[in-house]
């Protein structure tokens, strides 16, 4: 069974840093791509970064050079490095993978960016 829980959500100033965590079970991560999403009050779901199995990242146009998403095959977690953060990266955060014709997500993790 596929499983996902992120972690490292909270609430800091404009220009703070948070890291979030994304611990992966029931797969063999290292032959899948990974992403973290997020979901803002009254917006759809978006993608934020993206890393694939061959480590290649891609990111959202608003948190280039903000974001950084890695990975860490050994211990079967994901990481998502937020620098400079601003009130609009203010959002519920998930990570998710799609197994063959599934997409998995876990419970989110809220990052409120606020003065």
């Known amino acids: 069974q596929v499983r996902l829980v992120e972690s490292g959500g909270g609430l800091v100033q404009p220009g703070e840093s948070l890291k979030l965590s994304c611990e992966i079970s029931?797969?063999?991560?290292?032959?899948?791509?990974m992403a973290w999403y997020r979901q803002a009050p009254g917006n759809q779901r978006e993608r934020v970064a993206l890393?694939?199995?061959?480590?290649?990242?891609n990111y959202q146009d608003s948190v280039k050079g903000r974001f950084t998403i890695s990975r860490d095959n050994m211990k079967n977690m994901v990481y998502l490095q937020m620098n400079n953060l601003k009130p609009e990266d203010t959002a519920v955060y998930y990570c998710?993978?799609?197994?063959?014709?599934?997409?998995?997500w876990g419970q989110g993790t809220q990052v409120t960016v606020s003065s």
């Open positions: 998710s993978i799609q197994v063959r014709f599934d997409t998995y």
């Open positions: 029931g797969v063999v991560l290292r032959i899948y791509d």
């Open positions: 890393i694939t199995a061959g480590g290649t990242t």
